[in-house]
């Protein structure tokens, strides 16, 4: 049976799955496995928070979702069922993808900068000041 995505989610695509999260009906994540097709649509751990129109990206199996602002933000940590030594990524990495069993945990905001630094030339350095909108 085909997940209707809730109004107001999102989805990302996290190795050979697709998820769908938040939405209307709040912190629900579902993710569909192209490797388990027969399967269907599973749910997932639950998000910390109810994201409506959230801006997903997925780095490294992490997921990095941000929804009015960074003090709503949040990162999924899948659980490794593996060694967690590297080695090879064979069948090991393949398993471990069709799993989203893991940890949803606060995101810090960014640091705020004062300035920006530009290397115009391997031996020339500038730096932009935001809060004075001039360059050094």
Not at 12 to 25: K, T
Not at 38 to 44: D, L, P, R, S
Not at 69 to 80: D, M, T
């Amino acid at each position: 049976m085909p997940l209707v995505a809730p109004p107001g989610s999102t989805a990302v695509a996290v190795g050979s799955s697709i998820c769908v999260l938040g939405g209307q009906y709040g912190d629900v994540f579902h993710y569909f496995s192209f490797r388990q097709p027969a399967e269907g649509w599973k749910e997932a751990t639950r998000m910390l928070k109810k994201p409506l129109l959230p801006s997903v990206v997925a780095v490294d199996r992490n997921i990095y979702i941000c929804f009015w602002g960074w003090k709503r933000s949040e990162l999924f940590i899948p659980s490794s069922s593996g060694s967690g030594n590297g080695g090879d990524s064979g069948k090991e990495e393949e398993e471990e993808d069709e799993e989203f069993s893991g940890t949803w945990c606060p995101l810090e905001p960014p640091p705020k900068r004062e300035r920006i630094l530009v290397v115009f030339s391997p031996f020339v350095l500038h730096a932009y000041h935001l809060k004075y909108k001039s360059w050094e």
